[in-house]
């Protein structure tokens, strides 16, 4: 019903900036919330960013003041503006996207997007 498909990953040199995307097509009028998370091999699929509508939005501690969720004015496409990039963000970034309660609050996933960040 909803397809989400990342880009813009990469790597990038420790303190540089990446810029993703995530383009949401399909029943796109049911999606409340799109967010980004990450996983690192051997760890745990963690949430890095998340935004409600257009302007309510939740950070992890470890990416505040370095990560920016935005959303365009279609709510269509969900950005994630990456500055000051350290190793510890080397990660399989996910796009994801949630359902308003009204249509069951289903979750949907990209495909991912590397994102590694070495010197």
């Known amino acids: 019903q909803v397809q989400l498909v990342e880009s813009g990953g990469g790597l990038v040199q420790p303190g540089g900036s990446l810029r993703l995307s995530c383009a949401a097509s399909?029943?796109?009028?049911?999606?409340?919330?799109m967010g980004w998370y990450r996983q690192a091999p051997g760890k745990q699929r963690e949430l890095v960013a998340a935004?409600?509508?257009?302007?309510?939005?939740n950070y992890a501690d470890s990416v505040k003041g370095r990560f920016t969720i935005s959303r365009d004015n279609t709510r269509t496409t969900v950005y994630l503006q990456m500055n000051n990039l350290k190793p510890e963000d080397t990660a399989l970034y996910y796009c994801?996207?949630?359902?308003?309660?009204?249509?069951?609050?289903?979750?949907?996933w990209g495909q991912g997007t590397q994102v590694t960040v070495s010197s």
């Open positions: 994801n996207a949630k359902e308003a309660f009204a249509y069951g609050q289903g979750v949907f």
């Open positions: 935004i409600t509508g257009g302007t309510t939005t």
């Open positions: 399909g029943s796109i009028f049911r999606i409340n919330t």
